[in-house]
């Protein structure tokens, strides 16, 4: 049976798997996002840069960026990277 809390934002994130709730929820509001734009793979391992980019998009305020990393010019998650290593 498919509840309203079961929302499809990825090809890949079918209704009624047990991650479909919290991938959809964290997506709605900006937290995750896809590895295309219409898929998740939810079964694939996270990466450094990813979990950086949760962990930054948790936090909303604007601190101050200090980090130094020098191997990170042009990555997708650069600000991200930045920004959660601030914290």
Known sequence: MITSLQIAFFTDVAFGKWYNKSISTMAKIGIVKGRTAD????????????FAAICSRFDRSNVEIKSDFNDISGHWAENEIRHAASL
């Open 39 to 50: 898929t998740f793979v939810p079964n694939a391992p996270i990466t450094r840069a990813e």
